[in-house]
């Protein structure tokens, strides 16, 4: 019992610095949303939510909880499939009553844009991308969702549809709080260039990749 009351006393710690700093339309070629900001000043972390319908309650709204990807969200970079799938994500979202989808500045899974790039120079020498991570002294993946978690909770969500093929972000939002009632594949068409980055996505870290 004391185990329990001090993880909660722990999370409402966590939920206590988070703050949404603004709200504005987000008309987009999918459909219309809301764009929220939020901010956590005790661990500096911020990102965007992108809200379509009402989300509390027992709506059980489609959420993507997607890392940013500068060289494939912005320059349409094939060495991944990010592009690919937030654009996926964006249109089915706008096709069901509700939805949400989070934007967190965790570039390079976690590491930083500028230890990406580096991590991108080792595998244009051979290395996949586990390889190259792991080279450079980092987590093959890492990510923390918790603070996509405390978002979820602001915003009223949580029991949620998850727009994902990485059964760790549904461990690790489930863990934070979270009921996830289905998990729904987020697997657009692959690139001929982006298919050897899939495999290994698959093979050494366990993505539910279909046809892969």
Avoid: W
Wanted: positive net charge; aromatic residues 4%.
């Amino acid at each position: 019992m004391r185990a329990k009351s001090r993880q909660k006393t722990k999370l409402k710690k966590k939920a206590a610095g988070l703050r949404m700093v603004a709200h504005a339309a987000l008309p987009t070629r999918y459909g219309r949303f809301t764009i929220y900001g939020f901010k956590d000043s005790g661990r500096q972390e911020e990102a965007v939510a992108v809200v379509r319908g009402n989300v509390n309650g027992k709506s059980m709204p489609l959420v993507r909880v997607h890392s940013q990807c500068l060289t494939g969200d912005v320059l349409t970079s094939l060495r991944c499939d990010c592009r690919a799938q937030l654009e996926l994500s964006m249109k089915k979202i706008a096709q069901v009553p509700s939805g949400i989808l989070l934007y967190l500045p965790q570039e390079g899974r976690g590491i930083g844009l500028m230890n990406k790039l580096r991590a991108y120079e080792l595998q244009d020498g051979g290395m996949d991308t586990v390889e190259a991570n792991e080279t450079l002294g980092f987590a093959a993946d890492a990510r923390d969702y918790d603070f996509s978690a405390q978002i979820l909770k602001k915003l009223g969500a949580r029991k949620i549809r998850l727009l994902s093929n990485n059964p760790e972000k549904v461990r690790q939002l489930e863990r934070s709080g979270i009921r996830v009632v289905e998990r729904v594949p987020c697997q657009p068409r692959v690139s001929k260039i982006s298919r050897a980055y899939l495999k290994t996505k698959k093979r050494k870290m366990g993505h539910l990749l279909e046809g892969i």
